[in-house]
């Protein structure tokens, strides 16, 4: 059985502090995408990065960086120097089995 | 930015309507996905079709029906809406192809009186 999971639920963090939020996605697949979505408080979902399984390098698009831990099955995901605009649910989405599963979610709160 | 549209954004409605969520998506995606998501909570599959003419149910046990006639068109609907029902209706399109992202709608926040 696949299984997400997003053990921080809520993070405050004050402007301009870097936010790291973790996922852990427990699966049998040897390969895999797994995604990033950002949930402001109005609701849409937006589609942030995403990485595969078979990559181990970090990697940085814009104040956004991520890696992944082979051994640990473990996506880290990190904002750099937080902004308000930043507060949101982020939810960690395996892609598998013809379907994209999400985690709880981590709420990230960015206080001016 | 993403071509995929829900109507309506809101909607309340009474007990024992029957009620159909529009989704349209203009990407020519042959993937598409019904989630349901109750206020804080994560997002839960019910529905996805692979293409025209192909619905599947999702991991959540949904009193809803869909179809897929057009490959643009994705509606779900409900016979006998019920407060149980209540809740944020979400769809989603993508390509074929583990690495591509799965765009979403505004979503349907439906709400049964």
């Known amino acids: 059985a696949q299984k997400v999971t997003q053990a921080q639920t809520e993070i405050s963090v004050v402007e301009k502090e870097d936010v790291t939020l973790d996922c852990v996605y427990e699966?049998?697949?040897?390969?895999?995408?797994l995604f990033w979505y950002k949930q402001p408080p109005s609701g849409e979902l937006v589609f942030l990065i995403r990485r595969n399984s078979f990559d181990e390098q970090n990697e940085i698009s814009g104040r956004y960086s991520w890696n992944f831990q082979k051994s640990t099955s473990s996506f880290n995901f990190t904002i750099t120097a937080s902004q308000v605009v930043d507060s949101a649910v982020y939810f960690c989405a395996p892609y598998g089995n013809n379907r994209l599963a999400f985690g709880k979610g981590n709420q990230v709160v960015v206080i001016p | 930015e993403a071509d995929i549209y829900q109507t309506p954004r809101y909607l309340v409605i009474g007990t024992g309507k029957k009620i159909t969520l529009e989704c349209s998506q203009t990407m020519g995606h042959d993937k598409m996905y019904w989630y349901q998501q109750d206020p804080g909570m994560e997002l839960h599959l019910i529905h996805y079709s692979y293409g025209v003419n192909s619905t599947e149910k999702g991991d959540l046990s949904s009193e809803s029906t869909v179809s897929r006639i057009r490959t643009e068109h994705f509606p779900l609907t409900l016979e006998s809406a019920r407060p149980s029902h209540t809740s944020q209706y979400l769809c989603?399109?993508?390509?074929?192809?583990?690495?591509?992202?799965?765009?979403f709608g505004q979503g349907t926040r439906l709400t049964v009186v």
């Open positions: 699966t049998r697949d040897t390969t895999y995408y």
């Open positions: 989603a399109s993508k390509r074929t192809g583990g690495d591509t992202e799965a765009f």
